[in-house]
């Protein structure tokens, strides 16, 4: 059956962020993606708009193989990224679900990892070699044994292996039905999110912890962009808003989000400190009245701007910098305030 471009949209639209308009078109690996990443991140959904005629009428050409010359594809810088990106998320999602495992770094993290970079592997026409691609995060893995940020570099080596073993998909028999293909992608779904599932509910505290600690290395990388951290806090808590206000006064899940809280409380605790050192590098007391915040602002960058200090200009820029965070990390949380 012919795919039509207004029905694509139409699902893009509707359905875009857990991949409907990939199923249409017969895109299960992107469709997949897009369900665990929720359209990855909503940035990939938003960016396609642009790519959807294209893919309807590779969808609406013939089924005859197309010939294809030994070269691989195409390497893609996108893609590339994309493979790390995912691959990370898949370790954060295997360090937060199965981390209690026996020997998790040296199984469950490299196998989650390698399958997340797998996943973006396999969209669209090419694909790459996934027992290299596993066996590359497996050797990777036990260098950072015991680390939470060793999703990184196993992320990074496991996608240069799947770009290094990038080929073309080889052409395949009849189409599966669609029944058979949405209980497939039903099944990738369950195994990625059941145990998500199972510690978000039934061990709690270990997730809420591990969530805190992810929460604590992301908001210290962001301590030198001030706006940015300031907006991935408050997009952190808008899951434990949303559910505050669904489960306020109704007593359900209570136990759970005893231990939730603290993951807020500890976000809470993180832009407090930041707000002290805040006012202790512009030389003021807590709280201090936003006229004196700018008056000390002003001073302070005059006092360090790296022109006037030729003479020690390393320590000068770092100052100056320090000033410019210091005094953007206590304004911009004013603005957001109504008046």
Known sequence: MAKRLLVTYALWALGGPVGLHHVYLGRDS?????????GGFGVGWLWEFWRLPGWVARANA????????PE???LSPVRFFGQVLVGVYFGLAALIGLSSLAGFYLLA?????????HVVSSVGDQTSDLGRTLAAAFLTSPVFYGRALAVLPVSLTASMTAQQCRHYKPCRGPRQTLRARLYHLGLAY???TAPLAYCAFCNT???ARYTADTISAVLGWLRVFPSLGSFLEQLLLLPYRAWRLLT??????????QEWEKVYEFVQSFQS?????????????DGAPMEEIHKSYRELVKLWHPDHNRHRAEEAERRFIEVQAAYESLVQPRKAKPA
């Not at 013939?62 to 010359?69: I, K, L, M, T, Y």
């Open 30 to 38: 992107h469709a997949l993606l897009w369900m665990l990443t929720l």
């Open 62 to 69: 013939s089924q005859e193989p197309q010939p294809r010359g």
């Open 72 to 74: 691989p594809p195409a």
């Open 109 to 117: 993290l490299p196998l989650a990892v390698g399958l997340g970079v």
């Open 190 to 192: 369950l195994a990625f």
């Open 205 to 207: 505290a270990a997730t």
């Open 248 to 257: 306020e006064g109704a007593g359900f899940g209570a136990g759970s989000f």
């Open 273 to 285: 400190e930041r707000q002290q050192l805040a006012y202790k590098v512009l030389g003021l007391r």
